[in-house]
């Protein structure tokens, strides 16, 4: 493995290696299983921080490249020379690699004035809360000997699932059995376990339009077809998957039915019992994605879980990521046992089991008599922003911008009547103000989605003030 670093380059470094390590994976130098270079050994080698390494490693994990194994190393999950034949090579032109270096560039663009954390930058683009809506609850009676007498079982810290469960039943109304809960690292690797549980290579998986599963490495590395169903404000529109099942073979449904991301809009009733009745006519598991889950304006949310609907049919992935921070690297997989056994063994296979500490620490969160109330300013916070954002559209933007109102969640899902380019989304980006544009998982340049929460009311203004402009040329 080699590895060049352009210290003058914009690109952010730890990105400059998982673009290297990815590129020779993908063109057969780096095979399966084979085991990379320590982070101390490649910092060294390339003369970076090993925290660059580590970065890198990471991310790489998240998108299903490698696996991380405890006290062995880092190895190449994926034998991408095997996968990718030439019978499976997608057919690239040359304006399908200008999308490509237009996607490339708007990131990298991105994290570049990140980085610098330049003066009146505004950053609607990331998909985090930022530091100050993180609930703040004291952990002075931590001590280490504690997470040290700890016990942990191959589902994860018994207090943080016993936790797990009331939030589940304080959000929905949902008794789940803890016995089906299974703690892992994060939504995504939730995702990682189930697709390598459920799927083989050549299966076929439905995922939303648009949505940022489409555009998952995993999904590519295992040569894993992609179908696309539309959403619209009611959700997935459950009767363009009802027509593809008639004709096609779909092995799993993937769907993010509350708040969807980007588009921020919850799956009807209706269609919630439509796409259980359909699956189960098929035979088909759906994977319930409810990572935003506890980000609802109304609680309990009135609108039933698909689990709830359909215990047996339904696999959830919830997250703690997303209201205690990314640093938090916490999920839950809510299954039958037989698949929580398969997922297990799994990552047995590829990885060490959970760290204990972020489960104690998420455990004491949980438990805070102060974590409630807490969690409910940020829901306030985020639907005062919501509205004021609705205010202001109406007031500037008025019949040029559709923006239906989400119900729960950050996001908000602009779609513009005006024909707009990626070069609008770029100029834009010149301005100071970063947003997601939809030509990064979609073929379509005329929607963005902002995440509110980064944002305060004053530039919630000026992002709607540009966009007014971006209109009128």
């Known amino acids: 493995m080699k590895i060049t670093i352009d210290k003058n380059n914009k690109i952010p470094l730890y990105r400059q290696v998982m673009n290297q390590i990815i590129s020779q994976i993908e063109q057969g130098s780096l095979v399966r299983d084979e085991r990379l270079l320590s982070e101390r050994a490649l910092a060294k080698e390339i003369g970076v921080n090993r925290s660059t390494i580590v970065r890198a490693y990471e991310e790489l994990h998240a998108q299903g490249f490698v696996v991380r194994k405890s006290n062995s190393g880092t190895y190449i999950l994926g034998d991408y020379k095997g996968s990718l034949s030439k019978e499976n090579l997608p057919v690239v032109t040359s ?38 809506l993180i609930p703040k609850v004291s952990l002075d009676n931590v001590s280490f000997e504690e997470f040290l007498q700890e016990e942990i079982s191959h589902l994860g ?57 489409y555009d998952m490495s995993l999904f590519r590395s295992m040569s894993i077809n992609v179908v696309q169903i539309q959403v619209d404000d009611k959700g997935m529109v459950v009767s363009e998957l009802k027509k593809l099942l008639e004709v096609k073979n779909v092995h799993l449904v993937l769907t993010n039915p509350n708040f969807q991301n980007p588009t921020g809009s919850t799956l009807s009733l209706e269609r919630r019992h439509e796409l259980i009745k359909l699956c189960q006519k098929y035979r088909i598991p759906i994977i319930e ?20 609907l359909a215990p047996k049919s339904v696999i959830y992935i919830g997250s703690l990521s997303k209201i205690l921070g990314k640093r938090i690297q916490l999920g839950w997989i809510d299954a039958p046992e037989v698949i929580l056994n398969e997922v297990v063994r799994l990552r047995d296979e590829y990885e060490s089991e959970l760290s204990i500490f972020p489960q104690v620490l998420a455990t004491y969160v949980l438990k805070d008599i102060v974590f409630d109330e807490q969690l409910s300013k940020i829901r306030h916070n985020l639907e005062g922003k919501m509205r004021l954002l609705q205010s202001e559209i109406k007031l500037k933007l008025d019949k040029q911008v559709e923006l239906k109102l989400p119900k729960g969640g950050y996001y908000a899902w602009l779609t513009f009547t005006k024909t707009c380019t990626r070069k609008d989304w770029h100029d834009l980006l010149s301005k100071g103000i970063a947003v997601y544009p939809s030509f990064l998982d979609t073929e379509s340049c005329q929607s963005c989605r902002l995440n509110i929460a980064r944002v305060t009311e004053s530039e919630i203004k000026k992002v709607v003030s540009e966009l007014k402009q971006m209109t009128e040329k």
């Not at 409810?290 to 698909?306: I, K, T």
């Open 95 to 132: 304006s399908g690699l200008k999308e490509i270096e237009d996607k490339n560039s708007y990131i990298n663009k991105v994290e570049a004035k990140q980085q610098q954390n330049a003066q009146g930058f505004i950053n609607a683009f990331t998909g985090e809360l930022p530091l100050e």
């Open 157 to 213: 810290y018994e207090p943080l699932r016993e936790e797990v469960a009331l939030l589940f039943e304080k959000m929905y109304g949902f008794k789940s059995s803890q016995g089906n809960i299974m703690l892992t690292g994060g939504g995504q690797q939730s995702l990682f376990l189930l697709i390598q549980s459920l799927l083989k290579p050549g299966d076929t998986i439905a995922v939303e339009n648009p949505s940022f599963f």
């Open 289 to 308: 994605d409810d990572v935003f889950g506890q980000l609802s304006y109304q609680v309990p949310n009135p609108m039933p879980l698909l689990k709830e």
